[in-house]
């Protein structure tokens, strides 16, 4: 972890350096710089300068293990900033697997499409702690149907403003049984929006407004019983309390950690503590 120029710790690894003299047990530290060459060797590069400390560095890399260990430990130590695993992945695969395939007269529409649309989709997520695989292979599967389309404009040698109904209905057409107008349904929709092409549409019904099914006299009813009752364990009935009482999604509640709730007295009242 020394500069060969000065012989002395790269200043920016200190707190690195600090975080391993003051561990409870230095052999996990030993068995890592032992056991981890690809890590350890990029620790090196790093010391040296001959490679940025900085998440650039590791977009350049192939997808290892060992590289997100170390990325994480200096995040976590603070030596870089929070960085979000399925975005940059998300962004990388896009830039290096994606954009080079498409066709050179509709790079311009899925780079702004997949820039504007998708990705600041997969922002609001991580925002809002909902950010899963699956909406990341969403994001993927929707990029891919665009480029689908704008595929079959290209063969026909139609730009994506002069898309008609029939182009899209022949995509949709070419393989039965798979549900290619929900995929390229955002597609479609951010044409229209940021009107690219506002004669395009989607077969299908939008997704209803959710409608409230319980009556308030019921609502109260098992409120109260969640409070006072003890039929159920105590997760499940402050789980309960927040669906009903505050109208929270069940991946914020089972995402929460029991150090977030203060249980006041005996009687089950609660204070979810923010964040």
């Avoid at 690195?16 to 350890?40: C, F, G, K, V, Y």
């Avoid at 560095?57 to 870089?80: M, S, W």
């Avoid at 105590?234 to 709730?261: C, D, E, W, Y």
Wanted: net charge positive.
């Amino acid at each position: 972890m020394t500069e060969p120029a000065t012989g002395l710790i790269n200043e920016r690894l200190h707190p690195l350096l600090e975080t391993w003299i003051n561990s409870h047990d230095p052999r996990t530290q030993i068995r890592w710089l032992a056991h981890a060459p690809l890590s350890t060797e990029l620790l090196r590069r790093m010391t040296c300068g001959e490679v940025p400390i900085s998440h650039t560095t590791f977009q350049a890399l192939p997808p290892a293990k060992p590289y997100d260990y170390l990325r994480n430990l200096l995040v976590a130590i603070g030596i870089l900033e929070p960085w979000e695993p399925h975005i940059d992945r998300f962004t990388v695969w896009f830039e290096a697997q994606i954009i080079p395939t498409v066709a050179i007269e509709h790079v311009h529409t899925i780079r702004r499409y997949a820039s504007w649309h998708i990705l600041h989709g997969l922002q609001r997520h991580a925002r809002r702690g909902t950010l899963t695989q699956a909406a990341a292979n969403s994001a993927r599967i929707r990029v891919r149907a665009a480029i689908e389309f704008c595929e079959l404009l290209a063969c026909r040698g139609i730009t994506i403003e002069d898309a008609t109904q029939t182009d899209l209905d022949e995509l949709i057409a070419i393989t039965p049984g798979y549900n290619r107008a929900k995929t390229v349904a955002s597609f479609v929709a951010w044409t229209r929006k940021t009107r690219v092409n506002t004669k395009l549409s989607t077969p299908g019904e939008p997704w209803p407004h959710a409608a409230v099914t319980i009556s308030t006299e019921q609502l109260w009813s098992d409120v109260e019983r969640l409070l006072n009752e003890d039929h159920h364990r105590s997760h499940v009935r402050l789980a309960g309390l927040f669906t009903m009482l505050f109208a929270q999604p069940l991946n914020r509640i089972i995402a929460m950690k029991t150090q977030q709730v203060r249980i006041a007295d005996r009687n089950f009242s609660s204070q979810a503590v923010p964040g």
